[in-house]
């Protein structure tokens, strides 16, 4: 057999185990998971398994952070909506409407509650994968907000703050409540975009180029 034949079946079957571990672990929890189960819907052998993962712990460390590959497009879409654009309220509702409509997936959502769930567990896993992955966004965000305010389309004094912030007012409702209440909670897409729309327009209140600023010194200064 030639090894290209050979190395593009190993790495079908590798594909075949790591889509079947995000099934179980997702199904039955880290605790609740087995290599056999994991195995028997790979449709490969235990032995199998074991050769491209030492044990459990690996593969569930190896499916946890290969989720954080999708940020890098995200960043992209990021990048794109704000730097080349002249029109904050136009790029940041295009990225909020991504952004939420990429976070909402039933599967980004159910591995979010995974890697909560098993934090304590795993502390330098959940770690990693808030770095590698909403970290990572919010230094994006960082960058962009601070090429905007210096093109004098946005007024904010601290860019991480106006990031944090646009997060917080785009995830807070969607993302708590399905995060508590599962599938039951499901969004639309017209929800979702009037959710983005209202975030949006709120962030611009607050940092848009005729944001008001603070004066200088309280009542008692008077």
Known sequence: MAPEVDEGRTARKRRQIIDAARAVFLRNG??????????????VSKQTVYKHFTDKEQLFTHLML?????????????????????????????LARAFLGSLMRPEV??????????????????????????????????GCFGRLEERGL???????LAADHLMGLLLWIPVN????????????????????????????RAYGQDASRPQAGGAGDA
Do not use: N
Not at 30 to 43: I, K, Q, R
Not at 113 to 137: C, S
């Open 154 to 160: 946005l007024r904010l004094d601290d860019p991480r």
């Open 66 to 94: 290969d989720t954080t590959g999708e940020i890098e497009g995200l960043t992209r879409v990021i990048t794109a909506a704000l730097d080349d654009s002249d029109d904050p309220r136009k790029a940041l509702g295009e």
């Open 30 to 43: 880290y605790v609740g998971a087995s290599m056999d189960e994991v195995a028997t819907l790979a449709a």
């Open 109 to 142: 959502l159910r591995l979010r509650r995974l890697i909560i769930a098993e934090a304590d567990r795993f502390p330098d896993l959940g770690r990693t994968w808030y770095e590698q992955g909403f970290e990572r966004v919010l230094e994006t965000l960082t």
């Open 177 to 204: 409540r399905v995060m508590f209440c599962g599938g039951s909670a499901s969004y639309t897409d017209a929800e979702l975009d009037r959710l983005a729309e209202a975030a949006v327009a709120a962030f611009l």
